[in-house]
């Protein structure tokens, strides 16, 4: 299959992997644990290409206990989300377009941090075009770089429509800014609270400053914290980063000031109620 999703996938994977079953996986497929190959050999995880993978399946009993089990990976699968639509009466058959969001820490090159290198990709965008769109790629359009996304884009290769791909937590602001009421401020910190990534945007001017942390490593304490820092221009690269986060910008220089309206923060994503 397809890059996807890590998290709880790539650790089932790990676990069986360790257990000693054998696991085989197609490059591709492999990037969900990790870009660098040898780094998924190294936990006895053997890389086969697409025929190989055929030929392992076709000679193998059918049955779990003396065979193979074969799995494809994808975050998007276009054909089972027509079906259960349809199950429920509503046809998928004409649609003007599709868009996708997905995380993507992008392809670091070999000893770069994944996380520094996400976040230099956030600020190449955002000084590129300081808009929340310029997270937004036509599936023709992706970045080398954004692998995850452009996984995406090719297990979509069956849609007759355009494709349109994001990143989860620039589009989880976006979203949260079309609320009415959030629409109305001029500026505004909106917290997307995410399973495994919490992304909190300054927004006035545009993009006035972000920060972006793992969900697990912080609490409310923590999380009111850097949401002062962000807002008063305080907040630091290497306050987040050393705290095992991704990291801060700040652009804007007139400081957001709490107390002037009715609302100060804006609050979404599955995990909000830490808030």
Request: proline share 4%; aromatic share 8%.
């Amino acid at each position: 299959g397809h890059q996807m999703g890590g998290g709880p996938s790539a650790w089932a994977i790990e676990e069986l992997a360790r257990a000693g079953i054998p696991v085989y996986m197609t490059p591709n497929a492999a990037t969900t644990l990790n870009d660098e190959l040898d780094k998924v050999e190294a936990l006895g995880i053997k890389i086969v290409s697409e025929d190989e993978a055929e030929r392992v399946a076709c000679s193998a009993s059918t049955t779990l206990s003396t065979g193979v089990l074969r799995l494809e990976l994808k975050d998007f699968d276009f054909e089972l989300i027509s079906k259960t639509f349809a199950d429920y009466g509503v046809s998928l058959n004409d649609l003007a377009a599709v868009a996708v969001a997905v995380f993507d820490h992008g392809n670091a090159p070999a000893g770069v941090s994944d996380r520094q290198f996400r976040f230099d990709y956030l600020d190449e965008r955002i000084r590129a075009k300081n808009s929340l769109s310029s997270f937004i790629f036509p599936s023709t359009e992706i970045p080398k770089i954004m692998t995850r996304l452009q996984a995406v884009a090719d297990s979509a290769s069956n849609l007759d429509c355009p494709l349109f791909v994001m990143d989860t937590a620039p589009a989880a602001i976006l979203g949260a800014n079309l609320d009415p009421t959030v629409a109305k401020r001029e500026r505004k910190i909106i917290v997307n609270v995410g399973n495994f990534h919490t992304l909190a945007f300054r927004l006035g001017d545009g993009i006035e400053g972000i920060f972006e942390h793992h969900t697990g490593e912080i609490d409310l304490p923590k999380l009111e914290k850097y949401i002062h820092a962000l807002a008063d221009g305080s907040l630091k690269h290497q306050d987040i980063f050393d705290d095992m986060g991704h990291g801060a910008l700040v652009y804007g220089t007139s400081p957001f000031e709490f107390g002037k309206d009715e609302f100060d923060v804006v609050v979404t994503g599955p995990r909000r109620s830490m808030f």
